[in-house]
């Protein structure tokens, strides 16, 4: 089955060579995109959609969410708008509450979530678990993400829970607790900041997950300027996550790697911290990409659309650059080539926007411009 | 008909002796509400709906908004994310365009703003002329505007028009312009600010306008300390809209009045601009009211959650009083005295949160928590 696709005001394609066509069409063939182009030139189809001079641009990619859990931190949040400091210890609310929830609850929970994010035009997601902190509840957490992405993640080193010395846990995360998630995750990541795992506890959990198959990638430089950033490149992560407080040596670091930079603008937004200068990654020639961080803690938001528009307005992004975090650089911080730009033969993840022009992203902010999301060739919204 | 709404999670009604209730119902009957209490003490009605514990704010009241005009300006939002500053001189590239066109364009796109504003749960707003700067134009948007709210405000001093002298524009618009257009307006504005009108201008405006019977609101201190908010309090006008850059004496002025502040952060975000100090003003006892500024060129956004998001974050409100700035205080702005809360009597205009608290409303920016809005007893989305 193809389906014609015209009637495409601007399409950014997010392909250096493709760049962005305007009065543009697309064919979309089974799951796959079939053809791109100039709208006169378009061939037959067997349907035909028409979505009048609307944009279009490709579906989301958010490589960094936290969505199995329960409960949420409302009087937290309230609590550090009125002047309290984000400290990485509030997690331990969360897995009090996680642990003591049943499936079902932990289910419907992240099918909400779910359900959000590809509202925002997300159609493809990273899950991380991490507000288990016990073999079961982690590995259980995989789980319940992996009935829903492909892109799950072992994050067992979060914080180190109540009730177990800091060696014992990290010696759990690297053993037992490895063990029972690495057959249901894609990816090993760890929390590398003050107050929760140091360079050489973080090390010792990659290594291990990587030994066991699983891609790395590391929460970096969040709250300091810690060594997260160069341990991720040490170790050839995906992904250094949050990069916030960067030195020189860091730049330098993840320019000269294949290591991707995520930057996650709603966790300093719901922090009230400062944000990182996407502008400078980018002048220094590094791979940026934008996530949402979705958390009930620092960033309890599944706003692709907002953290675009936050990327340009603190960042320093331009609108293209940020969609381009958000999309392309998304899919490279996830390894996936089949997604993150419309080209030929890529899966048909696409978002319809209701504007003439991807910069409405950043020129509207807080409108609810996506009005169309289709999925492997299927509108799902 | 009456109608109870129960299964109210926690309901912000905003009346400084009721604060808010939890476990709450209501009751709607005909435009208006008739009933509040705890979900115990409900008394029966003829229809009833059951919100499963979320939140009821009242209807968000945005006193503040430019919805009669044509195109957009996306190519200067750009450029101004890349570098260049904001002024004033932009507006006149929207006043070509709005006397371009049609009334079925004007009123086409006006209609899309009100249903997004609606759907952002809005139920009251107020609209500005200040396009067409010229006698047709401006009564041709007052009529349109009229059409849709009745907070309809003549803002022929939006800036002075090309092919006309400053003295001879200002003449016209508090003599033939006024005339032709007071008719179809409530409200009179003026915007006193470097590039447009200096004080004495738009006192002549305004003061022209009052004798014809029409409420002062004055866009006042936006790029600078000018002296839009004394004059303002002096002119005893409803608002001094924007008060980004103030002095003490400013503060100290509108403490001392009737004068409402309202604050416009979607203008900030948009032209990255330093937000006010809206906690300065509250700690000082003036009344602060949030309004999205709703506008082409410095704010193309109808997003009252983000703008309620964006004074927790940015003005240290707390949720709560920015939850009061968007609605009662938005009302106090139009001197309205039939909404702005829910009480007893008045209009039965309330937005149901997919969430549970009205606190998510800052805790979960971007996303489109506005699941029901209910205008005048009569669901509306």
Same mark, same amino acid.
């Given at each position: 089955?193809?389906v014609l696709v015209?009637?495409?005001?601007?399409?950014?394609?997010q392909?250096?060579?493709?760049?962005?066509?305007?009065?543009?069409?697309?064919?979309?063939?089974?799951?796959?995109?079939?053809?791109i182009?100039?709208?006169?030139?378009?061939?037959?189809?067997?349907e035909?959609?028409?979505?009048?001079?609307?944009?279009?641009?490709?579906?989301?990619?958010?490589?960094?969410?936290h969505?199995?859990?329960a409960?949420?931190?409302t009087?937290?949040f309230?609590?550090?708008?009125?002047?309290?400091t984000?400290?990485?210890?509030?997690i331990?609310?969360?897995v009090a509450?996680? +642990?003591?929830?049943?499936?079902?609850?932990?289910?419907?929970n992240?099918? =909400? %979530? &779910?359900? /959000? #994010?590809?509202? *925002?035009?997300?159609?493809?997601?990273e899950c991380?678990?991490?507000?288990?902190?016990?073999?079961?509840?982690?590995q259980r957490?995989l789980?319940?993400?992996?009935?829903?992405?492909?892109?799950?993640?072992?994050?067992?080193?979060h914080?180190?829970?109540?009730g177990?010395?800091?060696?014992a846990y990290?010696?759990?995360?690297?053993?037992?607790?490895?063990?029972?998630?690495a057959?249901?995750?894609?990816?090993?990541?760890?929390?590398?900041?003050?107050?929760a795992?140091?360079?050489?506890?973080?090390?010792?959990?990659?290594?291990?997950?990587?030994a066991?198959?699983?891609?790395? +990638?590391?929460?970096?430089?969040?709250?300091?300027?810690?060594?997260?950033? =160069? %341990? &991720?490149? /040490? #170790?050839?992560? *995906?992904?250094?996550?949050?990069?916030?407080?960067l030195s020189?040596g860091d730049?330098?670091?993840l320019?000269g790697?294949?290591?991707?930079?995520?930057l996650?603008?709603?966790a300093?937004?719901?922090?009230r911290s400062?944000?990182p200068?996407?502008?400078?990654?980018?002048?220094?020639g590094?791979?940026?990409?934008?996530?949402?961080?979705c958390?009930?803690?620092?960033a309890?938001?599944?706003?692709?659309p907002?953290?675009?528009a936050?990327a340009?307005?603190?960042?320093h992004?331009?609108?293209?650059e940020?969609?381009?975090?958000a999309?392309?650089?998304?899919a490279?911080?996830?390894?996936?080539?089949?997604?993150?730009?419309?080209?030929?033969g890529?899966?048909?993840?696409?978002?319809? #926007?209701?504007a003439?022009?991807?910069?409405h992203?950043?020129?509207?902010p807080?409108?609810?411009?996506?009005?169309?999301?289709?999925?492997a060739g299927v509108r799902?919204?």
């Open positions: 089955m193809t015209t009637g495409i005001g601007e399409m950014a394609t392909d250096d060579e493709l760049g962005e066509l305007s009065d543009a069409a697309m064919i979309v063939d089974g799951s796959a995109i079939g053809w182009g100039s709208r006169r030139d378009a061939p037959a189809a067997d035909r959609v028409d979505l009048g001079g609307r944009a279009v641009v490709p579906g989301f990619v958010d490589s960094h969410a969505l199995v859990f409960g949420d931190r009087a937290e309230a609590a550090r708008m009125a002047g309290s984000y400290a990485a210890g509030g331990r609310t969360t509450a996680t +642990r003591a929830a049943s499936d079902d609850q932990l289910r419907s992240l099918e =909400r %979530l &779910a359900g /959000e #994010l590809l509202s *925002a035009g997300v159609t493809t997601f991380k678990s991490g507000y288990g902190l016990d073999v079961d509840t982690e957490s789980r319940l993400a992996g009935a829903l992405t492909t892109e799950s993640t072992f994050l067992g080193a914080v180190v829970p109540e177990i010395e800091r060696d990290v010696e759990l995360v690297s053993g037992a607790m490895l063990d029972a998630c057959p249901y995750a894609r990816w090993v990541d760890a929390f590398c900041e003050r107050g795992f140091d360079v050489d506890e973080a090390r010792t959990v990659l290594v291990a997950g990587l066991r198959g699983l891609g790395a +990638r590391v929460h970096a430089n969040q709250l300091t300027e810690g060594g997260g950033v =160069r %341990l &991720a490149v /040490e #170790l050839g992560a *995906a992904s250094a996550d949050h990069c916030t407080h020189d730049v330098d670091a320019s790697s294949a290591t991707v930079a995520t996650l603008p709603l300093e937004f719901s922090t400062p944000y200068d996407g502008r400078r990654l980018l002048d220094a590094v791979q940026v990409a934008l996530a949402t961080d958390n009930p803690g620092s309890y938001s599944t706003s692709m907002l953290a675009i936050l340009v307005r603190e960042m992004l331009t609108p293209a940020a969609v381009r975090a999309t392309a650089t998304g490279r911080a996830l390894q996936r080539a089949d997604i993150g730009i419309l080209a030929v890529r899966r048909a993840d696409f978002v319809v #926007l209701d003439p022009s991807y910069v992203l950043a020129y509207r807080g409108v609810p411009l996506v009005s169309q999301v289709w999925r799902a919204v």
